[in-house]
Each structure stands twice: as C-alpha cells, then as structure tokens.
C-alpha cells in the first residue's frame, strides 16, 4: 500500500521507499531473508528497486512472499516512478 492510509499487509507499506533502508518499516515482520538485506544499512535506490521487481527472489537471495516477477522493463520504471512521488508521510510530493 502507498498513500496516506497505507498500512502493512503481506508486504510493508510503500511510502517513501526510495532512499529507505531496505527492511526498514519498524512495525513490519520481515522474513529472515529480506530482513538481511537491510542489517547493512542497503537502501532502497530506484535500481535496486527495478532489479528487485524482476525477480524478487533472486534478489533477496532466499524466500520472500514477494514472488511475482516483472520482466518488463518499463513497467518496472513506471512502477518506480510512481512509488517515488510518495514521501514517507504518504503526501505525493509531485
């Protein structure tokens, strides 16, 4: 979920991804592979993102309840543009 009353579900919510440390949602129980990704202090950069969206489990290097794969390029680019106009607030900033 993304917007201003974006809450956790199966995934973490979506504001301000870009620029967040991945695994960052507080509130949120990561699985101990996507948890990993963040115990470095990795964020979440629009290329991270759009590899991720490819296949989400080759990324994570483990199981993720993120499965789907998008193999278009520019849906991913999109996708990503659209994520980035929502700060952490959920206020779109564009």
Same mark, same amino acid.
């Given at each position: 979920?993304?917007?201003? +009353? ?6 973490? =919510? ?6 967040? =440390? ?17 115990? +470095?202090? /990795? ?30 390029? =520019?849906?991913?680019? +999109?996708?990503?543009?659209?994520? /980035? =106009?929502?700060?952490? +607030? ?5």
């Amino acid at each position: 979920m993304v917007g201003p +009353d974006a809450a956790n579900r199966v995934g973490p =919510q979506l504001n301000g991804l870009i620029g967040r =440390q991945m695994a960052g949602v507080e509130d949120f129980n990561y699985g101990p592979a996507n948890a990993a990704l963040g115990e +470095d202090g /990795s964020v979440w950069t629009e290329e991270a993102l759009f590899e991720y969206l490819a296949d989400p489990r080759a990324f994570v290097g483990g199981a993720t309840r993120m499965t789907t794969r998008y193999p278009d390029e =520019q849906f991913r680019w +999109d996708v990503i543009a659209y994520l /980035s =106009q929502f700060n952490a +607030d959920g206020e779109r900033t564009e």
